[in-house]
């Protein structure tokens, strides 16, 4: 079993950052693909990076502006937010799997097996 837990998330002004990380309790979290998605009220949860064995990845929407690492010394994937958009708005979830650490499926939902609680981030115009 894995425990995620986010944090980071907040209020932030368009054209601003912010740092989202995500606490891994458990062995063997270097053997996880370690993902971020978001889902923004009335829309499907979608893919926004990932770590895996092969490399990173991200969505286009945020492909130059964010940016994904982990630090597996501390069990803790972050997220880089720079150049915030209002349409950044959403709940961003942090995810585990071990499937996505060996596949290219990283981008889909279904193949993780643990999920944090979600941390808000709210981007203002």
């Known amino acids: 079993q894995v425990q995620l837990a986010e944090s980071g998330g907040g209020l932030v002004q368009a054209g601003g950052s912010l740092r989202l990380s995500c606490a891994a309790s458990g062995r063997a979290f270097s053997s996880y693909g370690m993902g971020w998605f978001r889902q923004a009220p009335g829309k499907e949860r979608e893919f926004v990076a990932a770590s895996n064995w092969n490399g990173i990845y991200y969505a286009d929407s945020v492909k130059g502006r964010f940016t994904i690492s982990r630090d597996n010394a501390k069990n803790t994937v972050y997220l880089q937010m720079s150049r915030v958009k209002p349409e950044d708005t959403a709940v961003y979830y942090c995810?585990?799997?071990?499937?996505?650490?060996?596949?290219?499926?990283?981008?889909?939902?279904?193949?993780?097996?643990?999920w944090g609680q979600g941390t808000q981030v709210t981007v203002s115009s």
């Open positions: 995810a585990a799997g071990q499937r996505p650490y060996y596949r290219s499926t990283y981008y889909r939902a279904n193949e993780y097996d643990f």
